[in-house]
T-cell receptor, first 113, second 113 residues
């Protein structure tokens, strides 16, 4: 089946630093989404990307839809303590009636004050 | 605006008991998704509905699991009989017009003793 690869599992950065996360796949996806999950809560949508090459920002977050449609990245600039959480990428590959989101395993981000 | 509502938030039960999880999607959304999240397997899609009709239940682990959506504003996920390996966080998500930009509820943490 389709899989999305996120690595490493955990990242540790210093407050104020920028961080970049990648998400890759062997399959083509037509939509990429990035979610953040805080402890004890459900994932919250951060950014949605719909076109290959698209670059979208949401505050300190920037995400890009890879030109090959097999990858995406998320950048967080000037990290702050509340950026701590699990970041998931998700992709949608239209396959007729069975289109659904595939999620990566997530990257746990820790920010040292 | 109310987001996706799930109840209960926590459920502790004994092996063999029936468990019913409830979800109210965002008003106006016509797609509803049930996910299960564990440390080992990450976020897994169990089943999803479009316009109250089950579209894909290939992720439902076994016959002990069943889901219904009797109307546009309510869905249930039932496990009967429950087993310890069913312990996980169960999320409901909804979207409009398919499965782009899914919005997640806060989840139900299920513990089966």
């Amino acid at each position: 089946g389709q899989q999305l690869n996120q690595s490493p599992q955990s990242m540790f950065i210093q407050e104020g630093e920028d961080v970049s996360m990648n998400c890759t796949s062997s399959s083509i996806f037509n939509t990429w989404l990035w979610y953040k999950q805080d402890p004890g809560e459900g994932p919250v949508l951060l950014i949605a990307l719909y076109k290959a090459g698209e670059l979208t920002s949401n505050g300190r977050l920037t995400a890009q839809f890879g030109i090959t449609r097999k990858d995406s990245f998320l950048n967080i600039s000037a990290s702050i303590p509340s950026d701590v959480g699990i970041y998931f990428c998700a992709g949608q590959a239209y396959t007729g009636a069975n289109s659904k989101l595939t999620f990566g395993k997530g990257i746990t981000l820790s920010v040292r004050p | 605006d109310a987001g996706v509502i799930q109840s209960p938030r926590h459920e502790v039960t004994e092996m063999g008991q029936e468990v019913t999880l409830r979800c109210k999607p965002i008003s106006g959304h016509n797609s509803l998704f049930w996910y299960r999240q564990t440390m080992m397997r990450g976020l897994e899609l169990l089943i999803y509905f479009n316009n109250n009709v089950p579209i894909d239940d290939s992720g439902m682990p076994e016959d002990r699991f069943s889901a219904k959506m009797p109307n546009a504003s309510f869905s249930t996920l039932k496990i009967q009989p429950s087993e310890p390996r069913d312990s996980a966080v169960y999320f409901c998500a909804s979207s409009y017009g398919g499965d782009n930009e899914q919005f997640f509820g806060p989840g139900t943490r299920l513990t089966v003793l």
